[in-house]
């Protein structure tokens, strides 16, 4: 392994302590929104890609979620939150390796914030969206 490689793991190692230690406090409160806010997402996504009709994404102030919808195919919307959070999650680590493809993904991520505000925003949803 070169220098690079090594840094990598160790600065990931201090990073998955980090969140141990702070998973439950106020600072990562808003990150745990985030999973939750893309979970449900997930779930409207397959939704979409199953010729459903999505009627609302609510994303609540205690870290729980719904997606509203009609139609799709139901085996493949239910366990696309869990599967799809961790999609993203993987997304979001890969990209972040470059300043072109990070950017490129916190966009998409703001689009899709921006987007679910047009499906029943809650106050969780507006705070999410700003912070």
């Known amino acids: 392994m070169n220098d690079a490689q090594i840094a990598?793991?160790?600065?990931?190692?201090?990073?998955?302590?980090?969140?141990?230690?702070?998973?439950?406090t106020f600072i990562l409160y808003p990150f745990r929104l985030l999973t939750t806010f893309l979970h449900e997402l997930s779930h409207a996504l397959a939704c979409w890609i199953?010729?459903?009709?999505?009627?609302?994404?609510?994303?609540?102030?205690?870290?729980?979620?719904?997606?509203?919808?009609?139609?799709?195919?139901?085996?493949l919307i239910v366990p696309a939150g869990y599967v799809g959070a961790s999609l993203w999650g993987m997304a979001l680590v890969m990209t972040s390796g470059g300043?072109?493809?990070?950017?490129g993904a916190a966009g998409l991520l703001?689009?899709?914030?921006?987007?679910?505000?047009?499906?029943?925003?809650?106050?969780?949803m507006i705070l999410l969206n700003l912070t």
Request: aromatic share 12%.
């Open 8 to 24: 990598f793991l160790v600065l990931y190692l201090i990073y998955a302590i980090l969140i141990l230690l702070f998973h439950h």
């Open 50 to 75: 199953s010729c459903g009709r999505v009627h609302a994404i609510n994303v609540y102030n205690n870290e729980g979620g719904v997606t509203s919808y009609v139609g799709g195919c139901r085996s």
């Open 99 to 103: 300043q072109k493809t990070a950017t």
């Open 110 to 124: 703001i689009g899709m914030l921006l987007l679910s505000l047009c499906y029943a925003p809650n106050r969780t």
